[in-house]
């Protein structure tokens, strides 16, 4: 997943074209999401209208979620450079745990945040917020039980001599076989030979992480699919 | 009744801001498709919106521009801003915007906004 191409005049046509288009449907996403809330209002929806409208609901939100990701992606591909705004990565988790579940109105999904007393500090901007949200939003949809149930955790670790931040987003329940977590986001990736990429979000959430020197990982565990998302340390003050 | 002006170059978005704004007792005394007739709009009225839902990427000017120029003109005048593009907030806010909302929104979202700056 990478917008650079080797002909200079091609590649800023394609973050034209990337940018034209995640506008696009955006635009066209806030007309369907309207027109959903019309349909709901007017009188006469009854339960199951109103479940099937929660769903679209949710549909435009995840295709959002994944077109802004894009964008971003791109702009920072074009820029050269990944954005250095230091985060506080506490802060950030709450905010895309926040964001996340509200893009499911069709489901109930539990996230339990076990609170750090750490401060974690990692760079990365906006970027941050588009790894943890897509990471997030992507295990929600990985798991297919009446209940997407998630337990995150922010803990210091030391990697290769390194002081990483590492988000750990446990499946709770089990729904989200570790071979499947593994596979998803681990040995699949961007196969130009096979196209066997699934899960737009969540690539993008490991193609981000990466460029800001961190990593998004599975730990192989007997049960759920337990995943990482590190990011390199900036102060432990 | 809270008067609004709706600014977006989509006809479909601003018929159905229009519809479920009216729905929702807000009465909608304008629409334009662009920040020109936006601002031409809002000279010309006698009666000032109190509030403008302002797109931002639209054709012969754009939502940032047009809000400059209304906020030039009238200090007061609550804009709510709305757009695709996220990375536009700050300079939506420093052009006068008083709020920013990215698309895609509840309307509910939206009048939540618009309730904080009606004026009593």
Redesign the interface.
Known sequence: MNCETHDHSLDEEFQVIVDLV??DI??I???????I??IS?SSGADEKTERHARRA?SQ??IS?QIF?SMKVLC?TDKIGEMPSELVDLNEAVKKAISDATDMFPDRRVRVELEESEDKAVVAGGIIVHEVLTNAIVGIIRLDTSEQASMKVRVSGEDVHGARHWVVRLSDENVAVPSKLGFKTIGEVSIDSRTRMGRMAGLIMARVMAEKLGGAFQTEQTAKGSVFKVMFAGVDRA | MTSVLIVDDELFIVELYRDILQLRGYKVVGMAFDGEEAIRKYTDSPDKPDIIIMDHRMPVMNGVDATKEIVRMNPTQKVIFVSADVLVEKEARDAGATEFLPKPFRMDDLIEKMDRVSPP
Do not use: D, F, G
Not at chain 1, 29 to 35: D, P
């Open positions: 995640s506008h955006l635009n996403n806030q007309t369907v999401l309207s027109a809330e019309l209002e609901e435009i939100r959002t802004e702009l």
